[in-house]
């Protein structure tokens, strides 16, 4: 009969230490890649964002001869489904409101994004 190995079996300090070595190496690679996608999809969301809203207050304006005064206007009329949020912000009511040149043609003629970062280009994300 052979001999029981009384060493339990397991892997070593230095195998452990290779294997989150590999690990903290493979992480390095792909996490700035993960973080500039999640970025990249932000400044999308919120340039379609934009020109939803913009063109939807176009509309109105096309509809009833002005522009309305609130983002909840739009809803109630059907002109959206709900206000969408700001990426950045991750709120639909930090969006800067700009009014018309002419107060009589309502209160909201433009939208702009709330947060004061800026863009991957360099721009500032409110002035979009």
Sequence with gaps: MRAKSIMPRGFTLI?????LAIIAT?????APRYLGNVERA???????????????LDK??????????ALDELVE????RRIP?????ESNRTWILIPPPDPKLGGIYDVHSGTTGLARDGSR????
């Design 85 to 89: 949020d700001d990426p950045f912000t």
């Design 42 to 56: 932000k400044e999308a969301t919120l340039k379609e964002n934009l020109a939803t809203l913009r063109d939807v």
């Design 26 to 30: 493979l992480l390095s690679l792909a």
């Design 60 to 69: 109105h304006f096309a509809d009833k001869g002005t522009y309305p005064q």
């Design 15 to 19: 195998e452990l230490l290779v294997a």
């Design 125 to 128: 994300l409110a002035e979009w």
């Design 77 to 80: 009329r059907r002109y959206l």
